[in-house]
């Protein structure tokens, strides 16, 4: 069994890579190998936003929010090293070993179970999606406002997540109510991930690596299933329109909401008539006819990610990087499955382009509004921040705007992300390091939320009492109505009796002002271990999220990470990431349709 990462000191883990001629360089050599890249490409890690930095040891060490450890490592570090520029260009492995240490909490010593090893073949940020539930320590603070070159940096990166690259292996956290998990009747043999949910809760989409999840699963990679919660299905759909599975890794999985759709990234490249290059793009799959169809934006592809479906899943918004977009910037689109036109909407209301980078959209019901986070300066007037933040674009009048706003219209003070958007298109929900978006606002990332008709900008990160949150709070998702808003959070005091010290999933209701932890078991006990990436059904009674923790279901044996699916009116939780019978895998990225 691997250890828990929240039990693993990141400063002795031991990172170094291995050419293709089996010479093992060390660190002091690939500092040197780092520098001269970084001269060559003018390159920098961007260190000053800890999360989002490149360099996969300053990753591991300085993960402010995950590892719990102090950001901001200088080039002074002898274990800094920028792997992407010497993977890219060397055509390297990395590999990366995680030393046994004591598990603090259980008492009991956590072995590990092998290396984790990969080739990578784009950036190291596509980790992300996955390295982002490794914590079980409490963080440190955190700076949050950057330089203009450390904005670009971090924008870069955020193109780059959820995509699966490197298969990583995770270990089991705790939640307070009941969870129910969704694969089958058994366990997964390999790690699953959060992804989607139907709009009333039926199916979960997620990733999995598991390969007893479905019989036939033999291609060694991670694949997109569909569990059907009625029927006690999982179905894999990460095929192409004929049933053969994927010859490549499949990730980042959305459900339309009548859970007909669903898209997904991947870098195989036998999904598609045509389709022969096994880079990573964005893949529709009818669940009703079976066929699968390939989302292109013309022969300059480079990369697609973060989908977002409309209602009825005829609308696809989603972030693409290409060759022959300005500046191979990163941009978001809109594809309509009926005409098969594809249009840019990460545009200003005359229809220019952003000069810079934009990223993870989010789609009305109807298709009409896609929020998306940005760090040009050319969508609206007077963006002077220097920070990344939140426009939404109307595609029937073309108007762009921005919401990371406060209530009076004024631009915030720090970074905006992680945008989400209600059916109708009225409340936008985001995280943001602003402290001028709120009264009384301190040091911490906070969940703000913004009403297009009102104007209003309001802190939803708090108890029941409207205290604020005493530490981090991130990706937040809205429900369809606008009334619930899942995130995540390491705050200790958004509810009593919360001290796990994990990074918990909570449920904040706008009607009543009440915060509650849903990442919990059937009897309420918290959760042992971290929870992360919550997803809504549209009125807001399930919600769906990604758990290291073992005791959210009876016998969860695994030692995998979990996707699981908490019943808000009943207070049930169960796993989602099961097989019809007991899958044995780690799961993630859930969605609820």
Excluded at 174 to 194: F, P
Aim: aromatic fraction near 8%; hydrophobic fraction near 35%.
């Amino acid at each position: 069994m691997l250890p828990d990462p929240g039990s693993v000191n990141a400063q002795t883990s031991i990172p170094y890579v291995m050419l293709k001629a089996k010479k093992r360089l060390k660190l002091n050599q690939l500092d040197r190998i780092a520098s001269m890249m970084d001269r060559k490409y003018q390159y920098r890690c961007g260190c000053g936003m800890a999360r989002f930095c490149k360099s996969l040891n300053h990753y591991l060490v300085h993960r402010h929010r995950r590892w719990g450890l102090e950001p901001g490592l200088s080039k002074q570090n002898k274990n800094h090293f920028e792997p992407n520029r010497t993977f890219k260009i060397l055509n390297v492995l990395l590999i990366l070993k995680i030393q046994d240490q004591k598990n603090m909490n259980s008492g009991q010593s956590a072995g590990i179970s092998r290396t984790m090893v990969s080739r990578f073949i784009i950036r190291l940020s596509l980790i992300e999606n996955i390295l982002s539930i490794f914590s079980d320590k409490k963080p440190k603070q955190e700076t949050r406002n950057f330089t203009r070159k450390q904005k670009e940096a971090i924008m870069r990166n955020r193109i780059f997540l959820g995509l699966l690259v490197l298969i990583v292996f995770l270990t089991p956290a705790a939640v307070k109510a009941d969870i129910t998990r969704i694969i089958g009747t058994g366990e997964a043999n390999n790690q699953s991930q959060a992804g989607s949910i139907s709009g009333d809760g039926r199916y979960v989409a997620f990733q999995s690596s598991a390969s007893n999840m479905v019989l036939d699963d033999t291609n060694g990679c991670s694949d997109i299933f569909v569990r059907d919660r009625q029927a006690g299905t999982t179905t894999r759909v990460s095929l192409d329109s004929s049933g053969n599975q994927a010859d490549g890794h499949s990730t980042c999985p959305v459900i339309s909401k009548d859970g007909r759709y669903v898209a997904f990234i991947s870098n195989a490249a036998n999904l598609a008539s045509g389709d022969a290059n096994a880079t990573w793009k964005i893949f529709m799959h009818d669940r009703q006819t079976h066929g699968t169809t390939c989302i292109s934006i013309g022969s300059g592809d480079v990369i697609g990610v973060t989908p977002s479906l409309s209602e009825n899943g005829r609308y696809l918004a989603f972030t693409a990087t290409a060759n022959n977009l300005p500046n191979a910037r990163s941009a978001v689109f809109v594809h309509d499955n009926q005409t098969g036109i594809t249009t840019c909407i990460s545009v200003d209301s005359r229809g220019f382009p952003a000069n810079n980078n934009s990223s993870d959209p989010s789609i009305s019901d109807d298709g009409r509004y896609v929020v998306f986070e940005s760090n040009a300066t050319n969508l609206v007037p007077r963006d002077t921040n220097n920070f990344s933040d939140v426009f939404l674009h109307d595609r029937q009048t073309g108007i762009t705007t921005r919401t990371s706003v406060d209530s009076g219209g004024v631009q915030g003070n720090g970074i905006s992300d992680f945008p989400s958007l209600s059916g109708d298109g009225r409340y936008v929900v985001f995280r943001s390091g602003a402290t001028n978006l709120a009264p009384n606002d301190p040091y911490y990332y906070d969940i703000f939320i913004h009403d297009r008709e009102t104007g209003m900008t309001t802190k939803v990160s708090v108890d029941s009492s409207g205290n604020r949150a005493n530490g981090h709070s991130t990706r937040p998702v809205l429900s369809r109505d606008g009334r619930y808003v899942a995130f995540e959070s390491n705050a200790a005091n958004l509810v009593t009796g919360d001290d796990n010290n994990r990074w918990d999933i909570f449920l904040h209701d706008r009607q009543t002002g009440g915060t509650s932890r849903v990442s919990v078991n059937s009897n309420g006990n918290q959760a042992n271990a971290n929870s992360s990436n919550p997803k809504l059904s549209g009125d807001g009674r399930y919600v769906t999220f990604g758990s290291w923790a073992a005791n959210l279901i009876p016998d969860d044996t695994n030692a995998k990470f979990d996707v699981f699916v908490h019943d808000c009116s009943n207070g049930q939780t169960a796993r989602a990431s099961m097989r019809a019978m007991e899958p044995y895998h780690e799961s993630s990225n859930p969605s609820l349709s």
